[in-house]
């Protein structure tokens, strides 16, 4: 059996807002049912690829979902952005903003509450443009800007969502980013507060 294969690329803009996480789940999880399979063709396997940009940051940069992923399998994504590091479009990890709050927190103690509330908020399905209004942007000028830290987290949340729905889904990370920071996290979801901290 012949083992060439080809990509089959495809680019998609596409916003999704939902103030529920459970819709935010369902619709990602439609979009990615209604991507064409992969086939063969002339002897040759073509594999469906797909980037879903997501997000625009103010300096042009965007967020963008690849699918699929090769570490894991099923419906699950990954979060990418255009030059992370200024240079190559690359994948923040979970350990690359847990290492930037804490840069932010040394920086600014005072004002790092508002930036946890902030992810609170974002983690609570509102939208990161909603919740930068009344932010000061230059409370943080050391790490990633602010805009983008929020932007990966509504999809690295959402992610969290698909991939352990059945567990604690986005608590895991969020409880994570509590104990990185050692600043508690108050959750309004589902109209109960809790508290977590470490």
Not at 80 to 86: L, N, P, T
Not at 188 to 196: D, H
Request: aromatic share 14%.
């Amino acid at each position: 059996m012949p083992t060439d294969y080809v990509y089959d690329k495809s680019e998609i803009n596409w916003i999704l807002t939902d103030n529920s996480r459970e819709e935010l789940r369902k619709k990602v999880v439609l979009k990615f049912l209604s991507e064409p399979g992969g086939y063969w063709k002339d002897g040759v396997k073509h594999v469906t690829h797909f980037r879903y940009f997501v997000e625009k940051l103010e300096d042009g940069r965007r967020i963008f979902l690849v699918r699929p992923t090769f570490l894991n399998k099923g419906i699950d994504f990954q979060v990418w952005v255009e030059r992370f590091d200024g240079i190559s479009d690359k994948k923040p990890s979970h350990k690359h903003i847990f290492n930037d709050l804490r840069l932010k927190k040394k920086e600014n103690s005072q004002d790092f509450p508002k930036l946890i509330q902030m992810i609170d908020d974002v983690w609570n399905c509102q939208e990161p443009d909603a919740v930068l209004k009344t932010f000061d942007k230059n409370a943080f000028r050391q790490g990633f800007p602010v805009e983008m830290v929020l932007k990966i987290l509504k999809w690295l949340f959402i992610e969290q969502d698909i991939t352990y729905w059945n567990y604690d889904g986005r608590q895991m990370l969020r409880m994570a980013i509590a104990e990185e920071t050692k600043q508690p996290l108050v959750a309004r979801a589902s109209g109960k507060i809790n508290t977590y901290s470490s």
